[in-house]
């Protein structure tokens, strides 16, 4: 039971890591083609 929460928390944690990090990408994307 606890090994499972902990796993879908893990799950959560990496989807948010993952959006943040491209977010940050398409960011400096954006900056590169506005130039």
């Not at 943040?20 to 400096?28: M, T, W």
Request: aromatic share 8%; proline share 0%.
């Amino acid at each position: 039971m606890w090994a499972k929460h902990m796993l879908i928390k893990g799950k959560e944690v990496m989807e948010h890591e993952v959006k943040e990090y491209l977010k940050d990408k398409l960011n400096n994307v954006s900056k590169w083609e506005l130039k």
